[in-house]
């Protein structure tokens, strides 16, 4: 006669037995091979982030280089022209934001200046021509419609600054009129990014 706790053990192999033939992730670990990743910019956590070769780039100036002075307040201070691509399928709607991060905070407490809200780009767009009329412009730093060009203060620490380019690619177009702030643009854009990359520009006043 068997002992009362070998059955007891058979009984739980049993059951680890029929739990993992009902639910094969229960033994694995239950990985994710979605192949999705939660974005960490989303603030839905229903909503995910495709993994996508998005891209921004610019024939006038590469990653972390030098904008050329026309794109700023010492030129023409237009904006300079711009590249996507990789946008992930099912992209509607492109937005950019374009943002100052080393603003003295004796000018600004925040240390940041909004250079450029631009959404409502058509998501076939894959070149914004310089000073491109394309999409519908948001209200600025300076509370202006459209793009304003880099214009680092000289008398102050750091004298170059970097240009923050952020491009995200949108499941929609936004509900927004011309002016819209960047709070609003990011609030509507809010559980809508399939995707988003940034180019880095650098301006030092001569």
């Known amino acids: 006669m068997r002992p009362a706790y070998a059955y007891l053990g058979i009984?739980?192999?049993?059951?680890?037995?029929?739990?993992?033939?009902?639910?094969p992730s229960?033994?694995?670990?239950?990985?994710n091979t979605s192949g999705t990743i939660t974005s960490a910019?989303?603030?839905?956590p229903t909503t995910t982030m495709t993994k996508t070769s998005l891209k921004l780039s610019s024939s006038a100036f590469t990653d972390g280089a030098s904008i050329p002075s026309q794109y700023t307040c010492d030129g023409a201070a237009v904006s300079p022209?711009?590249?996507?691509?990789?946008?992930?399928e099912g992209t509607k709607g492109l937005a950019i934001i374009m943002e100052d991060p080393d603003v003295p905070k004796q000018l600004k407490p925040d240390g940041v200046f909004l250079h450029w809200v631009l959404f409502n780009i058509p998501g076939s767009v894959t070149e914004l021509v310089e000073d491109a009329k394309v999409g519908t412009p948001?209200?600025?730093?300076?509370?202006k419609n459209g793009f304003a060009g880099p214009c680092p203060p000289a008398q102050y620490q750091p004298n170059e600054h970097r240009y923050i380019f952020t491009l995200?690619?949108?499941?929609?177009?936004?509900a927004l009129k011309a002016g819209a702030s960047k709070?609003?643009?990011?609030?509507?854009?809010?559980g809508h990014i399939?995707?988003?990359?940034?180019?880095?520009?650098?301006?030092?006043?001569?």
């Open 41 to 44: 910019t989303n603030t839905s």
């Open 81 to 88: 022209p711009l590249t996507i691509s990789g946008a992930p």
């Open 168 to 174: 995200y690619a949108l499941d929609m177009t936004l």
């Open 26 to 31: 229960f033994m694995s670990g239950a990985k």
């Open 138 to 143: 948001g209200a600025n730093g300076a509370g």
């Open 183 to 190: 709070d609003e643009v990011v609030k509507a854009m809010d």
């Open 194 to 206: 399939l995707a988003q990359t940034q180019l880095i520009g650098k301006y030092k006043r001569k």
């Open 11 to 23: 009984g739980i192999v049993f059951i680890l037995a029929l739990v993992a033939f009902i639910n």
